[in-house]
């Protein structure tokens, strides 16, 4: 059973950086994409950022050129810096693996907050 475990969230003041890690337990699995969503409390789950195997990204233009969305596939790790964070930032951020089969895997959720 794959499970994905997040970490790094935490309360920034505007403009602070924070580092969202996303790991998979057990080993032995490879993905196709990585992804991170947000889920502000009054609004649907959105993608924020994605990365895809081969290392093309994308994001959601709010964000783009503040947060960068990187992996490691040895480690089978997702990582997404967040810099000149904003109260607008706020939400739960949510990782999701893909494989090829299609199946995907979800994380448990962490919180970020950017106070002002």
């Known amino acids: 059973q794959v499970q994905l475990v997040e970490s790094g969230g935490g309360l920034v003041q505007a403009g602070g950086s924070l580092r969202l890690t996303c790991r998979t337990s057990p080993d032995g699995f490879s993905f196709n994409a990585m992804r991170w969503y947000r889920q502000a409390p009054t609004t649907p789950r959105e993608l924020v950022a994605s990365?895809?195997?081969?290392?093309?990204?994308d994001y959601l233009d709010y964000v783009k050129g503040r947060f960068t969305v990187s992996r490691d596939d040895i480690r089978n790790t997702v990582y997404l810096q967040m810099n000149n964070l904003n109260p607008e930032d706020t939400g739960v951020y949510y990782c999701?693996?893909?494989?090829?089969?299609?199946?995907?895997?979800w994380g448990q959720g962490i919180q970020v907050t950017g106070s002002s």
């Open positions: 990365v895809m195997r081969g290392g093309d990204t």
């Open positions: 999701k693996f893909e494989t090829w089969g299609p199946q995907e895997y």
